[in-house]
C-alpha cells in the first residue's frame, strides 16, 4: 500500500513539473492544498491563491518561468502524509537558481495535494 502512496506522491511531483515547464502556473497550483504554505527566504505565504498570485509577479510569462527539474534525495510516505526532500535546479533566461525544498503533501478525500514548500534557493548568473 506505501508504494501506491508512493508512486501518487511521484505522481504528483511529476505534473507539477510539467506544469511548471510548460509555463502554465494555473495548472501548477491546482496541485496544492487551498490552505497550502510556502515558505522561503522572504517569508511565508499561505493559500492557494495567494501563492498563484506571487508566482504570476515573479513569472509573468513562460520564459521568464524557465525549466524546473528535481532530484529526488528522500521520500517519506504514511497513511495520509508524505514528506520530500529534493534538490531543484531553475534554469531561467538570465539565472540559474538552484537549492534544497522540503515538500510536504497531504491525503484528502483520496487525492494528494502540495500541503507545505519549504524552498531555499541559491542563485547563480549566466555568462
Not at 73 to 95: C, E, G
Request: aromatic content about 12%.
Amino acid at each position: 500500500m506505501e508504494s501506491s502512496r508512493q508512486a501518487a506522491v511521484f505522481a504528483l511531483l511529476d505534473a507539477q513539473v510539467a506544469a511548471w515547464n510548460a509555463g502554465d502556473l494555473v495548472e501548477f497550483c491546482r496541485t496544492m492544498a487551498s490552505d497550502v504554505a510556502y515558505v522561503n527566504g522572504e517569508g511565508v505565504t499561505r493559500g492557494r491563491e495567494a501563492l498563484l498570485a506571487l508566482y504570476l509577479g515573479k513569472f509573468p510569462d513562460a520564459p521568464a518561468m524557465g525549466q524546473l527539474s528535481l532530484d529526488i534525495d528522500s521520500v517519506t510516505v504514511d497513511q495520509h502524509m508524505a514528506s520530500v526532500v529534493a534538490f531543484f535546479t531553475l534554469t531561467q533566461p538570465k539565472q540559474t537558481q538552484c537549492g534544497w525544498t522540503l515538500l510536504t503533501f497531504i491525503q484528502r478525500e483520496g487525492r494528494w495535494y502540495l500541503y507545505q514548500d519549504a524552498t531555499f534557493a541559491m542563485v547563480r548568473g549566466h555568462t
